[in-house]
């Protein structure tokens, strides 16, 4: 059934950054949306702001560390959407500290959001891919994890946790047409990157230096590869990482 109908999709954190580039490229390709953050106002500026004629976009107030909130979000989207055939988990939140600095609550909340978050989409979102006779799961990681950076500790360890949530659900759920890659993105112009050492120009120009490619990615880039993801033609690609950032990571 999947085949012909377009494939509706719930991506997270989508109220700005990367998530609002990636419901612009899935609601261009045909994709009906539910548009979801933690942020409603945001997410309904982004919904709005999709030009007409687009398939439906639906703005929903989803927290991904909130079970009510996860469970409630993914039942509006299925009844608005006509079901749900994927989700981007691309919900994300980072406060730079070192470790000796990281206290339990940084601890706890860097960890609810980016590895715990992940899991609780996809978990409550599965009977609906199940129904909808095949899936798309696409997360966001980061290289951070991959290469190591400092005073990210925490981040990077949860991150690396949805790299190994790839693995090992791409093979607990091939067995329902579910894929499940991971995109996994260098230094890109976003407010978290901003809030996050983006405004210091000398840190950017040293980014910037180590980029092979020599620009910090736009949130463009890497939706390009999260809709690649997403899209019907890439129906046999599971357990991937593909790193967006500019030859930065070469994993
Ligand atoms: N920008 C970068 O340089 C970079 C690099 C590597 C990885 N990433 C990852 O890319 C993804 C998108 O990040 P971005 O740069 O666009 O960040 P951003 O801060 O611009 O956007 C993140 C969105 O997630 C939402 N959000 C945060 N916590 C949430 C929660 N608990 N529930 C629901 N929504 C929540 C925020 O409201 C925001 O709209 C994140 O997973 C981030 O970790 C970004």
């Known amino acids: 059934m999947s085949e012909h109908r377009p494939r509706p999709l719930l991506v997270t954190g989508a109220g700005g950054g990367i998530g ?22 945001a997410a309904r500026a982004v919904a709005d ?29 299925a009844r608005a959407l006509g079901g749900l055939g994927g989700v981007v988990n691309n919900a994300g939140w980072l406060e730079p500290r070192a470790l000796a600095e990281t206290d339990d609550e940084l601890l706890r909340t860097t960890l609810a959001v980016n590895l715990e978050g992940p899991l609780r989409v996809i978990r409550e979102a599965l009977p609906e ?32 946790g949805v790299i190994s949530l790839t693995r090992a659900l791409t093979l607990e759920l091939a067995r329902h047409q579910i894929t499940v890659n991971t995109v996994s993105p260098g230094p890109t ?15 950017v120009e040293r980014f910037v230096r180590s980029i092979p490619l020599r620009r910090i990615g736009a949130p463009q880039d890497v939706a390009t590869a999260i809709a690649f993801f997403c899209g019907e033609q890439a129906g046999f690609i599971s357990g991937q990482i593909l790193s967006v950032s500019g030859g930065l990571t070469r994993p």
Do not use: W
């Open 49 to 77: 702001a999709l030009p007409a004629g687009r398939p439906p976009a639906l703005a929903l107030d989803l927290d991904v560390t909130d079970l009510d909130s996860v469970r409630a979000g993914v039942a509006d989207a």
């Open 20 to 41: 609002a580039a990636v419901v612009e490229l899935l609601t261009a390709a045909g994709h009906p949306v539910a548009v979801a953050d933690r942020d409603l106002a």
């Open 129 to 160: 891919l199940i129904r909808f006779g095949s899936g798309r799961i696409v997360n966001v990681a980061s290289d951070g994890a991959l290469s190591g950076m400092t005073h990210i500790a925490a981040y990077a360890a949860a991150k690396g």
């Open 189 to 203: 112009q976003t407010p978290l990157f901003a809030a996050t050492g983006g405004n210091d120009e000398q840190a």
